[in-house]
């Protein structure tokens, strides 16, 4: 049965939750579009359906419940690091006909720990799950824009997938890896996650079976994963995430010495995203490193998801393709001014997430409140003035 954001039915544990009913309770949400799912102490269960939250459970979540809930489900190593304060992200994986799920099938979660003062109730859990499809995307019905595809598989440099939380990155990345992995044969994939998400490979994949390592489990941290990487002769390296000046300079490395290198970092917008990268190193050295970045680019697009009238979402992106000319032209330029040529060039082009928004609010697509929430209220007089 489809259930939409609206009509999410609160499930209903029956006064026991436990272990099984949890799981039968995740399939639940998987089944009926959620794609993020919050369990805290003190509180209903909610969901997110097409970016709308949904309560999702009759009763309220007891705190004294979740201690043995994480223990049963996931380990009981999980609540001393969420007592110790650091907290802890943990991947869940559900199979087997008893949830109702298909022999051979599995439905993934991405999971964070964290404890937190909820409403009156303090040093409560919180549990925060993202879906992740069993099914790989397709990344040719993501309606990604003909001159953007045709730029994603360069032989060699760097492709930076960006956007705020929740924004579908890794979506597009796993898309990205899929693709390759059914119509490009001879590239091998491996990639760096944390954790990991989207389980890529199977029968369809053509070439080498792709090889993912989990930080933290299977190696230390993004900046050796990639140092190793170059070690194993990959044609597409992928990383979750560049965060700091170690990672940064690793992924610059790797994408200068003939490699593909994908990551995704949190910005909202390409110019926001040079700037971003080079402001990770000390003032001295910020020179140096925006020429290696320049030399290294070769796309970066930023995306964002919508609600739309229909109660669904759709995306819309900005996006920078560096081809030889504008390389060189933004390497002529002081770094300082590079994040501004690119906005200059994608604002006179009508291709910056607000133009995009904009056209989606002019078509009745979004609403009035949506386009202000990206871009702001002074932005939508200003277009509203020049429309009239």
């Given at each position: 049965?489809?259930?939409?954001?609206?009509?999410?039915?609160?499930?209903?544990?029956g006064?026991?939750?436990?272990?099984?009913?949890?799981?039968?309770?995740?399939?639940?949400?998987a089944?009926?579009?959620?794609?993020?799912?919050l369990?805290?102490g003190?509180?209903?269960?909610?969901?997110?359906?097409?970016?709308?939250?949904?309560?999702?459970?009759?009763?309220?979540?007891?705190?004294?419940?979740?201690?043995?809930?994480?223990?049963?489900?996931?380990?009981a190593?999980?609540?001393?690091?969420?007592?110790?304060g650091?907290?802890?992200?943990?991947?869940?994986?559900?199979?087997?006909?008893?949830?109702?799920?298909?022999?051979?099938?599995?439905?993934?979660?991405?999971?964070?720990?964290?404890?937190?003062?909820?409403?009156?109730?303090?040093?409560?859990?919180?549990?925060?799950?993202?879906?992740?499809?069993?099914?790989?995307?397709?990344?040719?019905?993501?309606?990604?824009?003909?001159?953007?595809?045709q730029?994603?598989?360069?032989?060699?440099?760097?492709?930076?997938?960006c956007?705020?939380?929740?924004?579908?990155?890794?979506?597009?990345?796993?898309?990205?890896?899929?693709?390759?992995?059914?119509?490009?044969p001879?590239?091998?994939?491996?990639?760096?996650?944390?954790?990991?998400?989207?389980?890529?490979?199977?029968?369809?994949?053509?070439?080498?079976?792709?090889?993912?390592?989990?930080?933290?489990?299977?190696?230390?941290?993004?900046?050796?994963?990639?140092?190793?990487?170059?070690?194993?002769?990959?044609?597409?390296?992928?990383?979750?995430?560049?965060?700091?000046?170690?990672?940064?300079?690793?992924?610059?490395?790797?994408?200068?010495?003939?490699?593909l290198?994908?990551?995704?970092?949190?910005?909202?917008?390409?110019?926001?995203?040079?700037?971003?990268?080079?402001?990770?190193?000390?003032?001295?050295?910020?020179?140096?490193?925006?020429?290696?970045?320049?030399?290294?680019?070769?796309?970066?697009?930023?995306?964002?998801?919508?609600?739309?009238?229909?109660?669904?979402?759709?995306?819309?992106?900005?996006?920078?393709?560096?081809?030889?000319?504008?390389?060189?032209?933004?390497?002529?330029?002081?770094?300082?001014?590079?994040?501004?040529?690119?906005?200059?060039?994608?604002?006179?082009?009508?291709?910056?997430?607000?133009?995009?928004?904009?056209?989606?609010?002019?078509?009745?697509?979004?609403?009035?409140?949506?386009?202000?929430?990206?871009?702001?209220?002074?932005?939508?007089?200003?277009?509203?003035?020049?429309?009239?």
């Amino acid at each position: 049965m489809s259930i939409t954001a609206n009509k999410f039915q609160p499930y209903d544990f029956g006064g026991n939750l436990n272990p099984h009913t949890f799981k039968l309770f995740l399939k639940y949400c998987a089944d009926n579009y959620a794609s993020d799912i919050l369990i805290q102490g003190g509180d209903y269960v909610w969901v997110e359906v097409h970016g709308r939250q949904c309560q999702a459970s009759i009763h309220t979540i007891k705190q004294g419940q979740l201690s043995a809930l994480i223990a049963s489900v996931w380990q009981a190593e999980v609540e001393s690091h969420i007592r110790g304060g650091s907290g802890a992200d943990r991947s869940l994986e559900l199979a087997g006909e008893e949830l109702g799920i298909e022999r051979g099938k599995v439905i993934r979660f991405r999971c964070n720990f964290i404890q937190a003062r909820v409403a009156r109730l303090d040093e409560a859990y919180s549990i925060t799950m993202r879906v992740i499809p069993s099914e790989l995307p397709d990344i040719t019905k993501m309606d990604i824009e003909p001159e953007l595809f045709q730029a994603l598989y360069p032989g060699m440099g760097a492709v930076l997938v960006c956007g705020p939380t929740g924004s579908g990155k890794t979506t597009f990345q796993a898309g990205v890896y899929a693709y390759a992995g059914i119509c490009m044969p001879d590239r091998k994939v491996i990639t760096y996650e944390d954790p990991i998400e989207y389980v890529l490979g199977g029968i369809h994949w053509k070439g080498p079976q792709p090889s993912q390592s989990q930080i933290g489990r299977d190696i230390q941290n993004f900046a050796l994963g990639l140092r190793n990487g170059m070690r194993r002769k990959p044609s597409i390296i992928g990383i979750g995430e560049i965060r700091d000046l170690e990672s940064v300079d690793a992924f610059i490395e790797a994408a200068l010495t003939g490699h593909l290198t994908y990551a995704t970092v949190h910005t909202e917008s390409v110019a926001e995203t040079i700037n971003r990268i080079i402001q990770v190193y000390p003032p001295a050295q910020q020179s140096a490193v925006a020429s290696r970045l320049l030399g290294a680019l070769r796309v970066i697009v930023v995306q964002r998801l919508l609600k739309t009238v229909d109660g669904k979402r759709q995306a819309i992106r900005e996006f920078v393709v560096f081809d030889r000319d504008l390389r060189n032209e933004l390497q002529d330029m002081p770094y300082e001014k590079c994040a501004l040529s690119l906005r200059n060039k994608l604002e006179k082009a009508h291709a910056t997430l607000d133009d995009k928004a904009w056209d989606l609010y002019v078509s009745g697509r979004i609403e009035k409140e949506e386009f202000i929430e990206l871009a702001g209220h002074k932005a939508f007089q200003i277009r509203s003035k020049k429309a009239a």
